[in-house]
């Protein structure tokens, strides 16, 4: 919803294969070893006045959605008696704007002002949850987390763009960190307080605070000054489709940008299967009860706090390509651990270590996303992220059930693990292969 996150492309665009990502990654990644300047820590980054209003105004409104987004699972299952599929709908409904509608959001964010384009998402959305209070029909909750999430697809770009713009670069890694601790302290905190709310006072009380939560991000949004270059614009058809063409040949011209993208894509894929199917694990597997899901769901979130909390110090010496190839290893190693063990200690170490190795993900691919991707193509680059992002847990949906079915949930959990662990070689290698050419090249200069 706040965050959280496209049209059809034409058939000449580059397409995300694997094929393609790892030839990209063959050419190496240039420009992104570590950076010689001093990386900013937290409460540096919040001295930003800029960044300290973004940063609670997306406190605030991550929140907000958690509340509303439980409220409407609860009101889905509890009161209107959904299936298994009706409920599972939601998040399908939710997800398909962002796979189809972000490229083009992308086009246009890179072409509007941002400012008024995060203040127009975040009224219309406060708008779309204030219908909720009047709502209890299934298909009504579809259309407008389709509304939602189409108007999101504009938002989140555009945020992207702003945080690159009050941010200097070297604050990038500590802003991005401290938006998805937002995001993981909301995850752990607003599921308990949703679910007394809706027990005790019904749904409502989530949606209403959800709307006012938008509102009150585009207030704060509204006092900020962003500055950016306004782009040519042109309404022709063949405008934006060459504008999409210029995104996706950035992304494939540039190897770091499609590792990354190629990272969070199997990432995504990888933690998908892996969570659509851990309440079965939980239940078959660890013969435990709801209680612990929920445990094994905060720890997860929790281990995402924990290593966000490392990352601007890690950065200093460590490049973001290789930050990403270790939180990629790190989650292969926890998935592997869960599939081998079967045990609930092993599993809840597990869980801490997958958060911990997703933070390394998430944030630092946003950071070189942000410093590598030229102001006027970062709208379109960061909507392609979304995408496929998108895409990737849609697919995980339908692949994941029928694989566990056939072959079982631990296959298929090592599947996951094989799949992190081969692009995290491949990247390694590559990284490797790398640097012994460049120190061959330089003896041979010095020579």
């Keep these: 919803m706040a965050n959280a996150e496209v049209a059809s492309i034409a058939r000449e665009q580059p397409r995300f294969t694997l094929d393609i990502m790892i030839t990209s990654i063959g050419k190496g990644f240039p420009s992104v070893m ?10 540096e980054a919040l001295h930003i006045r800029a960044v300290r209003r973004l940063w609670f105004a997306q406190i605030i409104s991550v929140f907000g959605d958690f509340l509303a987004v439980f409220a409407v699972f609860s009101v889905v299952t509890f009161e209107l008696h959904g299936t298994p599929v009706q409920v599972s709908l939601i998040l399908v409904a939710f997800l398909t704007p962002f796979a189809f509608v972000s490229p083009l959001a992308g086009v246009y964010v890179d072409k509007w002002n941002v400012k008024a384009t995060m ?35 504009f938002f989140v770009p555009a945020q992207s763009v702003a945080v690159r713009a009050l941010t200097p670069v070297e604050g990038l890694m500590a802003v991005n960190a401290l938006m998805q601790q937002a995001v993981q302290a909301s995850q752990i905190i607003a599921p308990a307080i949703a679910g007394l709310l809706v027990q ?11 709307s006012l939560s938008f509102f009150f991000s585009a207030g704060m949004v509204a006092t900020l000054a962003i500055y950016r270059a306004p ?10 489709l060459a504008s999409l063409r210029e995104g996706f040949q950035f992304i494939f011209s540039h190897s770091a940008i499609s590792f990354v993208m190629l990272s969070m894509a199997s ?10 199917l851990l309440s079965i694990y939980v239940r078959d597997i660890l013969n435990s009860t709801a209680d612990v899901f929920g445990y094994l769901n905060s ?10 909390q490392f990352l601007p110090r890690l950065a200093r010496k460590i490049s973001k390509p290789h930050l990403v190839i270790y939180g990629l290893s790190g989650m292969g190693f926890a998935v592997l651990v869960t599939a081998l063990f079967g045990r609930v200690s092993t599993t809840a170490i597990s869980m801490l270590t997958l958060g911990f190795s997703a933070a390394f993900i998430m944030i630092a691919a946003s950071t070189l996303l942000q410093q590598e991707t030229p102001p ?21 949906m339908f692949v994941a059930g029928p694989v566990a079915e056939r072959a079982g949930i631990r296959n298929l959990y090592f599947g996951s693990a094989a799949m992190l662990v081969t692009i995290a070689t491949v990247g390694l290698t590559t990284l490797r292969g790398q640097s012994g050419a460049s120190g061959q090249a330089a003896a041979t200069a010095a020579d």
């Design 34 to 43: 570590p950076s010689s300047t001093p990386q900013l820590s937290f409460s």
């Design 200 to 210: 005790f006072v019904g749904a409502n009380p989530c949606f209403l605070f959800d």
């Design 299 to 308: 720890l997860i979130g929790i281990g995402m706090i924990v290593g966000s």
């Design 267 to 276: 990432g995504m894929f990888a933690v998908r299967c892996f969570g659509s």
């Design 376 to 396: 006027d193509l970062l709208g379109r680059v960061s909507a392609s992220m979304m995408c496929i992002m998108a895409v990737a847990q849609v697919l995980a």
């Design 119 to 153: 203040i127009a998402s975040d009224l219309i959305r406060g708008i779309l949850v204030l219908s909720l209070l009047f709502v209890r029909d299934l298909y009504a909750f579809y259309i407008i987390f389709f509304a939602l999430s189409t108007v999101s697809s």
């Design 231 to 240: 782009a040519a614009s042109s309404g022709a058809a063949r405008t934006v």
